[in-house]
């Protein structure tokens, strides 16, 4: 048997990061700093997901930079309304990098780069302005 735990991303900014996921609705579950290792590691999950599916925030305590070479894909996250969640998104000043034209997926990125693709449980019809909304960015 084998279960999914959690994604791993490299943050710059933690407590940036956190305020971003908090947005989409996810919420910090546990956290560890390791003096000797000079990391923090950050747990988030949706309500309800904490041991199942989770992301793991890495915060070096040394500046680093990363670049696309470290980077992956993306996150993947189930929303209730897609329209309701972009919209505070966007009014939270986060750039929807594909808006939900479809009624069904959008993107947007973490600050440090990450795509995350936010997907509808179910289907919405095509409403303004995302139906009109055009990409922005890469995601």
């Known amino acids: 048997m084998i279960s999914y735990l959690h994604t791993m991303i490299r943050v710059t900014d933690p407590e940036a990061t956190i305020r971003f996921f908090n947005l989409i609705g996810l919420e910090e579950v546990r956290r560890f ?5 000079r990391f923090t590691l950050i747990f ?9 599916a989770e992301v793991e925030l890495t915060h070096n305590w040394d500046p680093q930079e990363y670049t696309g070479g470290r980077n992956f894909g993306h996150l993947a996250y189930r929303v209730d309304n897609i329209y309701e969640t972009c919209q505070r998104l966007m009014d939270a000043g986060v750039t929807i990098n594909r808006p939900p034209r479809d009624g069904h997926m959008a993107f947007i990125r973490t600050p440090d780069g990450i795509s995350v693709e936010l997907l509808q449980d179910g ?6 302005p995302w139906a009109s909304m055009p990409n922005e960015g890469t995601w």
């Open 33 to 37: 700093d390791n003096e000797q290792g």
């Open 44 to 52: 988030l999950a949706a309500p309800g997901q904490e041991g199942v």
């Open 123 to 128: 289907h919405l019809p095509a409403q303004e």
